[in-house]
């Protein structure tokens, strides 16, 4: 009878042992959220001031900024590399040369971009190649309509839901010999640039 008894507790221990287990085999497994990818493709628009010595908008040397842009990332781990497109009107930020005034237009830049991310957060640096396009202000008679100079700058992004970002830029732009005609004859300036903008983007 005691050995009957022995047996039957083990059986219903062991009983109980399974079913654990197979409501455990049941129980759904956790998995961590896939972690925040910047590559691939995006497009947006920016706007900010073009200017040459502080960044004030107000100024009547500075003027504002707009613009559109496009580009792709890869991501390699916490690097991200990629490239950009862009396009901007300047809104007329004057430069000083000899004689007399310039004025910026209109920009487009070809940009190598390298960063870090940080989640949904970007910390990158720019480079690359810039055409501006020049017009005549006070005192200069004639200028180059548009020449090639190079850019660098940083800035950071900040990814939200539904594909969309929000960046904060900075690019230098020099641009050497910028040929200028006056009533003091020919120059050629090298012409220092600055813009700060603040952007939006769609990935995709």
């Known amino acids: 009878m005691f050995y009957r008894t022995k047996i039957a507790l083990a059986a219903a221990f062991a009983a109980c042992l399974g079913g654990a287990a197979m409501a ?24 900010g001031t073009a200017f040459t010595k502080m960044p004030n ?37 004057e430069h000083n040369v000899e004689g007399g005034k310039i004025k910026e237009k209109w920009r487009a830049a070809a940009k190598a971009k390298a960063g870090l991310a940080f989640d949904q957060t970007l910390v990158f640096g720019t480079a690359g190649l810039a055409m501006t396009t020049f017009d005549k202000a006070g005192g200069v008679r004639d200028t180059d309509s548009r020449k090639l100079g190079y ?21 230098y ?7 200028t005609r006056s ?22």
């Open 24 to 47: 455990a085999d049941l129980s759904p497994a956790y998995n961590d959220p896939p972690a925040f990818q910047w590559s691939g493709a995006y497009v947006g628009v920016h706007g």
């Open 151 to 171: 850019l660098v700058g940083a800035g950071v992004e900040q990814a939200f839901a539904g594909g969309l970002s929000a960046k904060i830029e900075y690019d």
């Open 57 to 93: 908008p107000f100024a009547g040397r500075n003027g504002w900024s707009g613009g559109v842009q496009a580009g792709y990332n890869i991501q390699t781990g916490p690097a991200v590399f990629g490239a950009e497109l862009e396009g901007s009107y300047l809104g007329g930020a």
């Open 183 to 204: 009533a003091f004859g020919k120059a050629k300036t090298d012409i220092g640039s600055q813009e700060l903008k603040a952007g939006i983007n769609y990935r995709f």
């Open 173 to 179: 732009i020099r641009t050497p010999d910028v040929e």
